[in-house]
């Protein structure tokens, strides 16, 4: 047996996040951020090129095993939300002999519900902010909270739009709380979305049969916890906890009668997850978590496992550059 060379030691591999994948042209909802579906394709294209695509399978070897074969870079491709589209993208990847994994919030299939953030982005996608924060005070007043301590308000000429969608999300998020924030959107999008689309569910998310082809095509699939929350910045009960993060895992897996190993935490940055000794201590259900810190992976933190989000404005170049610069970071 040969000695590991030690640049073979150091090869790991990158792992990437996509979220909404959109129409080129004569989109429903246009203001919805993602990547285009063309320059998705393209953004494939240059992976394959640069790097040695590798399944979740793979990673779990190389988990066990610490080494890959060769000197190239892996890349695993994951996307979360369970996202209509991703039928599309797995149909796509599927062309490319890629074999991606994504992360399905449970609520979509179980309740035929969509998951938190989704509502805020076709909400104000649809309607813009100030039909939005009018649902939003509606809601609180049916839920008996108090307005003037929950309100957030947005003046068209003063505010800074990006700003404020960022404000409304961050407080879902981190400061209405898990049962009211999910309690609020939910009356948000009965009392707009499904009203206007009484098919939304199916426009915004996966169904059932789309995943079952999806597994079918080869492709992988994990939890991102029921309703979309962020684990570590929210106070869950041993009970919600269970709900969020292991039930759907059994969930999943009488469903599509496939093994679930594998978890995303929704938001994924360092206020969201939980470190690898916290998760194990409340769970072992998972043998990879996922994150989105911008790291390579070489292996020895698999419950904490980094992944780039390519974002709305990024393109084949300015993927390409910010990969590298990931990489060059984890050397020196
Ligand atoms: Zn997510």
């Avoid at 979220?19 to 993602?34: A, E, K, Q, V």
């Avoid at 992360?103 to 902010?129: D, Q, S």
Wanted: proline share 3%; charged share 25%.
């Amino acid at each position: 047996m040969s000695t590991q060379s030690k640049e073979q030691q150091q090869i790991g591999f990158l792992s990437l996040c996509y979220h909404y994948i959109r129409p080129d042209n004569d989109d429903p909802f246009s203001r919805l951020m993602g990547t285009k579906i063309t320059e998705f394709k393209n953004q494939i294209k240059m992976l394959k090129e640069k790097f040695e695509m590798i399944s979740l399978d793979d990673v779990l070897e190389f988990i066990n095993a610490k080494i890959f074969e060769n000197n190239k870079y892996k890349m695993l491709l994951t996307f979360d939300d369970g996202l209509s589209e991703h039928y599309n993208a797995a149909k796509i990847l599927k062309q490319f002999d890629i074999k991606a994994t994504f992360f399905i919030p449970t609520c979509i299939l179980k309740e035929r519900l969509p998951a938190n953030p989704m509502i805020i982005h076709y909400v104000i996608a649809k309607y813009g902010i100030e039909k939005f924060l009018e649902e939003f005070r509606y809601a609180l007043k049916k839920l008996g909270l108090e307005i003037k301590k929950y309100d957030i308000t947005y003046v068209r000429e003063d505010n800074d739009v990006w700003k404020k969608i960022a404000e409304i999300k961050y407080n879902f998020k981190y400061k209405l709380g898990y049962k009211i924030s999910r309690e609020i959107l939910l009356h948000i999008y009965q009392n707009s979305l499904l009203i206007e689309y009484p098919n939304i569910l199916e426009i915004i998310h996966l169904n059932k049969e789309q995943i079952h082809e999806m597994l079918e095509m080869g492709h992988r699939i994990g939890v991102h916890t029921h309703t979309h929350i962020s684990v570590a910045a929210t106070s869950l009960s041993d009970s919600d906890f269970f709900n969020e993060i292991v039930f759907p895992k059994k969930y999943l897996e009488d469903e599509f009668n496939v093994p679930i190993k594998s978890f995303s935490y929704p938001f994924g940055e360092r206020k969201d997850y939980l470190s690898s000794m916290r998760f194990l201590n409340k769970t072992k259900e998972y043998d990879l978590a996922f994150t989105v810190e911008e790291i390579v992976n070489f292996g020895n933190t698999p419950l904490e496992i980094g992944r780039y989000q390519p974002m709305s404005h990024d393109n084949v170049r300015t993927l390409e550059n910010n990969l590298s610069n990931i990489i060059k970071k984890n050397i020196l």
